[in-house]
């Protein structure tokens, strides 16, 4: 269905437009000498275009470059800014606590706030903080552990957990390996991990059957590697064989979360025995919680040979910070609301539609998959049912050609993959140009 000969004719020149209308972003690369990778963090060399944008303003569903170019922002930190940049009652609340002391190393009255609230969102009932979701499923992988005794953590294969050296696990033609591009892992991540895929109860199960799984740690739906919906029955299989085996079950509910106020764990009545988030529930500010049930707790509370005060590798100083407390209250109690994501969700629906709209007019096999506030578009059609089969669906130069194209008309998508996230300041008219902009896009690329 693709000319690749006109898709890199059209790259280049998508590229070579970039260059020309963004000189200061392509100046402070170019004088960043001293960063590793010329940025703060390597992963920002990610993106379509050869040089990254810099940032100058962001608000609400907008962002500035340092060149003066606005943006229609879908990417929207990759989660991390879910609630929407610079939200006002955040900003208030943040302002207020910095004023008043950031890190005292003392709890605030927030904090019990916070642990009710999202015991009420996601259920599990007694919560701890962090300033990741990489160090909140650290530190639950390490209390399973200590409660079962266990050594091993199941992984879906290609799922997304931070850097968690555990979860950088595939399964292969071969067996479980390493996932390509594993940097400096402290041991061979069979020794550590099991791996399945995604909506495979069989697989799962011969996994289980070992006895040595600790805890099942995922993603209700997979999302990192293009969002992987579950199929009818799955989710509750994987909860009927963690118990059958003695396993805990975690949800990292960190990019899920677009799927309600509870994440999916709410909206499809899940009962995990761990929750992990990050990113959004600080609405720009750094934090990320897990929550345990009272069983879990409970247990780990009676264990006197557990040093859960100092150097047991549970915590971290700056975690549960006075800021970044008030920050996640200002953001659950007045941003990310019920009412909110009621919003956020009816404009990820039209954004679903006029995405298929205009793949289904150029006649082109792929699909578009969406979780409640999130959406991404796959090159395949029916969508990836696993994360093998998603990775093989990508195509690294027809993404770079729709991302770089959509930034040179105002428009960012996640540069990882074709994700759009819409925010409570997202509008109508910001989605209806997506679709102008992505049908612009593949009209070029057909045209004959």
């Not at 409640?372 to 027809?398: M, W």
Request: proline share 4%; glycine share 10%; charged share 20%.
């Amino acid at each position: 269905m693709i000319d690749r000969d006109r898709l890199g004719a059209l790259l280049r020149r998508e590229r070579a437009a970039f260059a020309d209308r963004n000189p200061r972003s392509a100046e402070e690369y170019a004088n960043a000498g001293n960063l590793f990778g010329r940025v703060p963090m390597t992963w920002m060399n990610k993106n379509a275009a050869g040089f990254p944008l810099y940032l100058a303003t962001a608000r609400g569903a907008t962002l500035t470059d340092v060149d003066g170019h606005e943006y229609t922002d879908f990417c929207l930190g990759d989660t991390a800014a879910m609630a929407g940049h610079a939200p006002e009652a955040t900003r208030k609340a943040a302002q207020e606590q910095f004023a008043n002391g950031a890190c005292a190393m003392l709890p605030t009255p927030d904090a019990a706030w916070v642990g009710k609230e999202l015991t009420r969102r996601f259920g599990v009932t007694e919560w701890s903080f962090a300033l990741t979701a990489t160090d909140a499923n650290r530190w639950a992988i390490r209390l399973l552990r200590a409660v079962t005794g266990r050594p091993k953590i199941l992984f879906n294969s290609y799922c997304y957990h931070g850097s968690v050296d555990e979860s950088l696990i595939v399964t292969s033609d071969q067996g479980p390996r390493s996932r390509e591009g594993n940097v400096g892992a402290p041991c061979d991540v069979t020794t550590t991990s099991r791996v399945a895929e995604y909506n495979d109860l069989e697989g799962l199960e011969r996994e289980l059957a070992h006895g040595d799984v600790a805890a099942v740690v995922m993603e209700p739906a997979l999302t990192n590697i293009g969002i992987v919906l579950p199929e009818p029955g799955y989710l509750e299989g994987v909860r009927e064989l963690t118990r059958k085996y003695g396993t805990y079950l975690v949800n990292d509910e960190t990019h899920t979360f677009s799927a309600g106020p509870g994440g999916a764990t709410g909206r499809w009545g899940l009962e995990p025995d761990v929750v992990t988030i990050g990113k959004a529930i600080g609405g720009g500010i750094p934090a990320a919680a897990y929550g345990l049930s009272t069983e879990i707790a409970r247990h780990i509370g009676q264990r006197k040979d557990l040093d859960l005060i100092d150097m047991g590798g549970v915590g971290g100083t700056l975690a549960g910070n006075a800021l970044s407390i008030a920050a996640t209250r200002a953001t659950l109690e007045h941003v990310l609301t019920d009412e909110a994501f009621t919003g956020m969700e009816r404009l990820a629906e039209r954004f679903e539609a006029g995405t298929k709209q205009v793949i289904d007019s150029h006649g082109l096999p792929w699909s578009v998959s969406r979780l409640g506030a999130r959406v991404e578009y796959r090159f395949a059609n029916p969508a990836p049912r696993n994360g093998t089969d998603s990775a093989k669906a990508a195509d690294a130069d027809l993404e770079d050609y729709l991302h770089v194209y959509l930034a040179n008309r105002g428009i960012l998508l996640t540069p990882f993959h074709n994700m759009a996230l819409m925010s409570p300041a997202t509008t109508e008219q910001q989605v209806d140009q997506h679709a102008v902009v992505f049908g612009a896009a593949i009209e070029e690329l057909q045209r004959a």
